[in-house]
C-alpha cells in the first residue's frame, strides 16, 4: 500500500520523524500538529494550524498550538517567516533549497528554487571574500493586472439619407 508523502513507510509525518531523531517526546497532540504540518503545501501561522489540527481534535486548544510550534522552532525543525500582514508562518527547515514569492494582495505563497539565482548568490558572496553558508531570498509582488479583451470594432453610423458624408 503505498503511504502519503508527508509519511514514511511506519506512517510517521517527516516533521514527526524530526521530532524523535531529536528527542523529543511525542505526545498525541504533537504526533497531530507534526502531521497537519507536514501536510501542510502552504506555509500556515498558528491559528490556521490550529484550525485544520481542531477540526481532527475538538480536545486540542490554541495553547497547545503554540507551545508545540515554539519548541519545535527551538530544536530547528520549524523555520519562521515573516511575509508581512503581522502573522509569523510556519514550514519545516529541512525543506530543501527554495526562495519565496509572495502575493502582496492575497498573501499566497509560492516556493520556487533558480540555479541562475544561486550560482549568482555564491558568486556575490565570493567576490566580496565569503563562503556562502546560507542565503533566503523573497519576493513580494502583485500579478500583472489581466488584459481586458479588445472591443468589438464600432462602425461608423450610416447617414439618415443613405448618402456617404463627404
Known amino acids: 500500500m503505498d503511504t502519503p508523502a508527508s509519511t514514511d513507510r511506519e506512517g ?7 521530532c524523535i531523531d531529536r528527542g523529543l517526546k511525542m505526545t498525541g497532540q504533537r ?12 506555509h500556515p ?14 480536545h486540542i486548544s ?3 498550538v503554540y507551545r508545540t510550534v515554539r519548541l519545535l522552532e527551538e530544536k530547528g525543525i520549524l523555520e519562521r517567516h515573516d ?8 514550514e519545516p527547515t529541512e525543506h530543501g533549497p527554495h ?16 540555479a541562475r539565482h544561486e550560482a549568482m548568490a555564491q558568486e556575490i558572496a565570493a567576490r566580496l571574500g ?9 519576493l513580494f509582488g502583485r500579478r500583472f493586472p489581466e488584459p481586458k479583451p479588445a472591443a468589438p470594432a464600432r462602425r461608423a453610423p450610416r447617414p439618415r439619407n443613405g448618402r456617404d458624408p463627404a
Open 12 to 18: 510517521i509525518s517527516r516533521i514527526e520523524r524530526l
Open 31 to 42: 504526533r497531530l500538529i507534526a502531521r497537519v504540518l507536514s501536510e501542510s503545501a502552504d
Open 45 to 58: 501561522d498558528v491559528e490556521e494550524l490550529y484550525r485544520r489540527a481542531h477540526e481532527r481534535d475538538a
Open 62 to 64: 490554541i495553547a497547545t
Open 83 to 90: 511575509f508581512g500582514g503581522g502573522r509569523a508562518r510556519y
Open 99 to 114: 526562495h519565496h514569492l509572495i502575493d502582496v494582495d492575497t498573501g499566497k505563497v509560492i516556493e520556487f528554487a533558480d
Open 130 to 138: 565569503f563562503q556562502l553558508v546560507d542565503h533566503r531570498l523573497e
